[in-house]
């Protein structure tokens, strides 16, 4: 059997809104495994972007444990944790829109410590694997949506993490680079060996995984 | 990458960043008109003063006799109004080589007496700026220090965000 990356226990994400509290999460117990690609499905508002925000350590349960590869991840250092063993993808890229994409892949080895050129190389590295190895000196508004997402995956992925979380990477996108981005991160997780955790609305996105959830109302089903 | 995102940055809010530097430059100027007017007002203080600086112990007042006393109090000062009238010097007092009897019983120092002549007067200073290198560098530290707290205070709340929040305010 493979390792355990995530073990969840009883997760509970409340926020105060304010008189009243929003339940989140209520009560999600849910293991991820090494080399797992795992969709997680369900309507806007039901906790899939809370529970991936959990996973990444952006958000800490009201209570009930995350592990993380056996350590509960409210001991370890969360920033720590996030730069060298978590990548993430977001649904609006959350590029830097003054720096070209070079050098959006190389802000995510800054806390890294590593040497200017070798951050450099790495970069260029990471943007070939995603097809971009000649839009290196391009700011995010010179390229397409698709590109901009490429640009994004290349950043999660530069810093070789263990872990993959993306949250609707393809919500802004129309059909057709919708299906590049995924066949790019279906390809990108079995070559690698990532877990990779990934939240959509888009059941044609979610089909593609081969491990379903799907939430609803802060609660986590399995769906075979 | 940090001064390659600042510079940029900068770039890109090329309005903000103008404003931002007229505002320093507004507080250099500041600076420099305050340290100004202090000098102004310590010459003109020194110009219009200047005539009192001589007053010292040669003030002397004395009562004069009431009638039938037999004399008023003397005070001890009668040997020193009289070496005055006569023009002699007092031994001990300072400053003033000639006195003025400004009427029966008083006599002034002649520095008292060309103030009070000089009272009347309207003496005009020149408020000039000192651009000095000093000034110029305490400007620009202190408009520099300005900037850094507000700035560090903003980044610090910054920081001080969760990076769910934070996320969800840049999306």
Known sequence: ?224 | MFFTYLWRELRRRMRQAVLIALGLALGVGLVITVTAASDGVKDSQATVLHTLYGVGTDITVTQPPAKGSGGGTSFGFRQQINSVRSGQIAAGTKASNAASVTGPGRVLGSGAAQALAGAGHTVSVTLTAPVTLSVIVLAVLLALAGGLVAGSFGGWRAARLRPAAALARVA
């Open chain 1, 1 to 224: 059997m493979a390792d355990t990356v995530y073990q969840l226990s009883g997760v509970v994400k409340n926020y105060r809104k304010g008189r009243s509290t929003i339940m989140a999460l209520r009560g999600v117990d849910l293991v991820i495994r090494d080399g797992e690609w795992l969709a997680i499905q369900g309507p806007t508002g039901h906790g899939k972007s809370t529970l991936l925000q959990i996973l990444g350590g952006l958000d800490r349960p009201t209570s009930g444990t995350v592990e993380f590869e056996g350590t509960d991840l409210a001991t370890l250092s969360e920033a720590r944790v996030r730069a060298r063993s978590i990548g993430f993808v977001f649904q609006t890229f959350n590029l830097i829109p003054t720096l070209s994409a070079a050098e959006n892949v190389e802000v995510a080895l800054v806390p890294l410590g590593l040497g200017a050129a070798e951050c450099r190389t790495r970069a260029e590295q990471g943007l070939a694997a995603v097809g971009l190895g000649d839009r290196l000196r391009h700011l995010p508004s010179e390229l397409s949506g698709g590109q901009q997402q490429r640009v994004a995956i290349a950043r999660a992925l530069v810093k070789e993490p263990r872990v993959l979380l993306a949250d609707e990477p393809t919500g802004n996108l129309d059909e057709g680079t919708r299906d590049e981005i995924i066949a790019l991160l279906e390809d990108l997780w079995r070559s690698r060996g990532l877990t990779m955790v990934l939240v959509t609305h888009d059941s044609a996105v979610a089909g593609r995984a081969p491990r379903l959830g799907l939430m609803t109302d802060g609660r986590f089903e399995e769906r075979s």
